[in-house]
């Protein structure tokens, strides 16, 4: 069975020992997961040099005490978030220039021990930077087949469009895929989820130009908001304090208890199953966390429980 799923390696290295995260590695592809999300720049706010790269480097550990595994596999990384300067992060952040693509892609892959990876992300936007610089530094990646496709991440819906369209008008590859966060939950209307960057979140202008771009893939960040569905330890963030968000928990509770699962359950099969459908990316921390997460892309809802889901509001 394949699943719509990608394991966020964020933690992997830095707060996820190595033994823990190897075992939780084998475990995803030994069930069937192909795609692992990964960043140039993970996790540099956890490491005592103030620089990312820990995960990248304990995925290639892994990928080489797992031979023939790399072919079972699909890597996603990013760049475009590294810190130039320890502890000064975003106005150091490396950004998007064709020097600091090709070097990033250099360090990704020497770190990784592969050749090449199937999708490369801007991480975030960076207007330091002309659109037609990175957009053509994209390309040669492609062109030199160190990777697969591209996509882009906490990225206005204006900056998607108009990147599409000079790679388009150039003959250039352009992004075919877009990361943000998504969730079931919806912040309070005037804010947006404290836990993304600027233009991270899946507003109803990128949920409308991706129905009008169905070649675009949706992959959702922090669908789970860091386990606040379902521990008591982690209350919601201020923004999700309004009536709405009662109601729509207690739609999710009302078909966890006819599905005979969870909340976690139902928000990954929502987003797996929805218009457009989404591939949610989960960090786990133990073996358990990531059957659940597999088990929730797995379920199938009915028309009439995602109908409920939708209406609550």
């Not at 939950?185 to 771009?213: I, K, M, N, W």
């Not at 976690?264 to 987003?271: E, K, P, R, S, Y």
């Not at 797996?272 to 591939?279: D, K, V, Y």
Request: charged share 20%; net charge negative.
């Amino acid at each position: 069975m394949t699943y719509d799923i990608a394991l966020g390696a964020m933690n992997f290295g830095t707060v996820q020992d190595e033994r823990r995260s190897f075992e939780i590695l084998d475990h995803f592809v030994d069930a069937g997961g192909t795609w692992i999300d990964t960043a140039n720049c993970y996790a540099f706010w956890e490491h005592p040099s103030g620089f990312g790269g820990q995960s990248e480097a304990l995925l290639g550990r892994w990928l080489a005490r797992r031979p023939g595994v790399r072919d079972r596999i699909r890597i996603s990384t990013k760049v475009g978030c590294e810190p130039t300067v320890a502890g000064r992060f975003p106005e150091s952040a490396e950004g998007l220039s064709a020097a600091v693509i090709k070097s990033g892609i250099e360090g990704s892959l020497r770190r990784l021990g592969t050749d090449h990876v199937e999708l490369y992300w801007a991480h975030k936007e960076d207007r330091r930077t002309p659109l037609e610089e990175t957009v053509g530094a994209f390309d040669e990646l492609v062109s030199a087949g160190l990777v697969g496709a591209l996509g882009c991440s906490n990225f206005a819906v204006w900056q998607v469009e108009r990147a599409r369209q000079l790679a388009h008008a150039a003959g250039r590859t352009g992004f075919t895929a877009v990361q943000q966060h998504l969730t079931y939950l919806q912040p309070r209307p005037g804010t947006r989820p404290s836990v993304v960057h600027r233009f991270g979140a899946v507003s109803d202008e990128v949920v409308d130009y991706l129905e009008c771009h169905p070649e675009m893939t949706l992959w959702a960040y922090t669908p789970l908001l860091a386990g606040r569905y379902t521990r008591s330890d982690r209350p919601l963030p201020a923004e999700y304090d309004h009536p709405g968000t009662q109601r729509r928990l207690a739609v999710l509770d009302e078909i966890a208890a006819e599905t005979g699962t969870t909340r976690n359950h139902v928000v990954l099969a929502w987003l797996t199953g929805g218009h457009p459908a989404a591939i949610p990316i989960v960090g786990v921390s133990t073996i358990e966390q990531l059957g659940q997460a597999m088990a929730g892309v797995a379920l199938v809802l009915g028309a009439e429980q995602r109908e409920r889901l939708d209406a609550a509001a």
